[in-house]
Structure formats: C-alpha cells, structure tokens
T-cell receptor
Framework: DAGITQSPRYKITETGRQVTLMCHQTWSHSYMFWYRQDLGHGLRLIYYSAAADITDKGEVPDGYVVSRSKTENFPLTLESATRSQTSVYFC????????????FGSGTRLTVV | GQQLNQSPQSMFIQEGEDVSMNCTSS?????WLWYKQDPGEGPVLLIALYKAGELTSNGRLTAQFGITRKDSFLNISASIPSDVGIYFC?????????????WGLGTSLAVNP
C-alpha cells in the first residue's frame, strides 16, 4: 500500500525497557520527521532527517535515538523508556521543496507503566 | 521551541454555525498551512497558502495568508458534525532546504448536532 505507515499502533511497555517505533513511507520522500503529541503541548518535533544517513535533533530529542539507513524507513528508539515518554507519536514525511507540507502517519500510542 | 499563537483553544458550536480561528506569529513565513486531526488519526492537510494576501477555499473552508505574513485565519461555513476535530495552523519559512514547520497548539472544535 502506498503511503506512510507506523507500527505498532498501540504499545504498552515498562519503565526502563527499550522500545522502537517504526515508520515506513513508500513515496521516497527525502524528509522524515518524528513528533510527539501531548495535551497542552501540541506537536513537538523530536528528530528529523533530510535524507538517508542524515538526522538532526528537534525540540525534544532527549531520551530518543533515530537512524535512517534507508530512505523509506525512519525508526524511533526509546533507549530506556520513562513514564514522561507516554504519548502519541507521529511520523511524517515531505518531499524536497514540496509546497504541500507534511503527510502524517496514523500515530503510535505509547504507554509507559 | 518557537510556536504560533493559535486561538481560540477550543470551540463548541451548533451545527450550521460558522467558525473562525486564527494564528499569529512574531516571525514572517513564506507558507501557511492548515491541518485537521480527526480523533485517533494523524493531521491531514486542508489548505496551503503561499502568498501574502492570498485567499483560498476548499469546499466550506476558507483560509487567508495575512498581508504582514505573520498571521493567517481559517473559516468554516455551515459547520456539520464531521467537522469535529483539532485544527492546527503551521508556518514555514523556506530558507534554503529548511523543511521544518512551526506549529500552533491547535483549536479543538466540537459541533452539537
């Protein structure tokens, strides 16, 4: 299926565990982004990537790691999950110089207990 | 991080009423975008604006790019129950290859049938 897909859709994990959220897009968009959405904070950028093997920190990168070995995949890893990382995570992608902003995935709801 | 001032924060209206929301920024933008987020989904682009003073419609939705390039508004006419959701504004200053968006905190819209 064409588009941007995130997995899993829901995840419950324990404090201190490592968890990886997956993001896959089929358009070969250069740019990919990870956001978290929390009540009262809107969408906050965690990390972004301008191309394969190029990543950069966003607004709230602490506690997260990303990689981008292939253009189509942009996994987000929480190395040691904390309760404050309970959130809804959205992945998005964008073409170079696209006038159309981003296309978002459906999100992953992560609960850290 | 930088955020846009989006108002109102929430609205509760009767079906058939018109809705207006706006965003202001201390910085100028080259692009203003309006997204809608349905419950449990990622944001979806509604309208994109590229020129100061531009007025663009998409069905019952109308958005304008402020003449100062520091503000934008979105109007929804004759609201219906499926308009329920969170509406986000986003601004972009396309300096070189910068694809990052600056986001408002969202306007939560509830429609009473």
């Amino acid at each position: 299926d064409a588009g941007i897909t995130q997995s899993p859709r829901y995840k419950i994990t324990e404090t201190g565990r490592q968890v990886t959220l997956m993001c896959h897009q089929t358009w070969s968009h250069s740019y990919m982004f990870w956001y978290r959405q929390d009540l009262g904070h809107g969408l906050r950028l965690i990390y972004y990537s301008a191309a394969a093997d190029i990543t950069d920190k966003g607004e709230v990168p602490d506690g997260y790691v990303v990689s981008r070995s292939k253009t189509e995949n942009f996994p987000l890893t929480l190395e040691s999950a904390t309760r404050s990382q309970t959130s809804v995570y959205f992945c998005a992608s964008s073409e170079d110089y696209s006038p159309y902003g981003y296309t978002f995935g459906s999100g992953t709801r992560l609960t850290v207990v | 991080g930088q955020q846009l001032n989006q108002s109102p924060q929430s609205m509760f209206i009767q079906e058939g009423e018109d809705v207006s929301m706006n965003c202001t920024s201390s910085s100028i933008f080259n692009t203003w975008l309006w997204y809608k987020q349905d419950p449990g989904e990622g944001p979806v682009l509604l309208i994109a604006l590229y020129k100061a003073g531009e007025l663009t419609s998409n069905g019952r939705l109308t958005a304008q790019f402020g003449i100062t390039r520091k503000d934008s508004f979105l109007n929804i006419s004759a609201s219906i129950p499926s308009d329920v959701g969170i509406y986000f504004c986003a601004g972009q200053f396309n300096a070189g290859n910068n694809r990052k968006l600056i986001w408002g905190l969202g306007t939560s819209l509830a429609v009473n049938p």
